[in-house]
Nanobody
Framework: QVQLIESGGGLVQAGGSLRLSCVASGRTFRTSAAGWFRQTPGKQRDFVAAISLTSTHTRYTDSVKGRFTISRDNAKNTVYLQMNSLKPEDTAIYYC?????????????????WGQGTQVTVSS
């Protein structure tokens, strides 16, 4: 079992930055790819970014490319999402996730474990 705890969400003005962190418990984090998703009320949870176990490969949804950066520190069991140039449309609950495998997942791959989510609100 893996427990994921996100932090770093909050309220920021458009154009600002936030850094989300996700700390994982359990050994499987060190054998798993990880990712971030986001969800707004009444909509499905959407893929944002993913990173392979060794950080060799990353993947982003088109709307955040060039603005968001996913990274991880396996020694700290932590995955990060640096979000720059934030827009009001980035407002959502952001969820951390880990996958069953170590390699970079497709955007449609279902994660194995989820965090509880952290709210990000971008004001215009």
């Amino acid at each position: 079992q893996v427990q994921l705890i996100e932090s770093g969400g909050g309220l920021v003005q458009a154009g600002g930055s936030l850094r989300l962190s996700c700390v994982a418990s359990g050994r499987t984090f060190r054998t798993s790819a990880a990712g971030w998703f986001r969800q707004t009320p009444g909509k499905q949870r959407d893929f944002v970014a993913a990173i392979s176990l060794t950080s060799t490969h990353t993947r982003y949804t088109d709307s955040v490319k060039g603005r968001f950066t996913i990274s991880r520190d396996n020694a700290k069991n932590t995955v990060y999402l640096q979000m720059n140039s934030l827009k009001p449309e980035d407002t959502a609950i952001y969820y951390c996730a880990t996958y069953q495998n170590a390699w970079l997942p497709e955007t449609t791959t279902s994660p194995e474990y989820w965090g509880q989510g952290t709210q990000v609100t971008v004001s215009s």
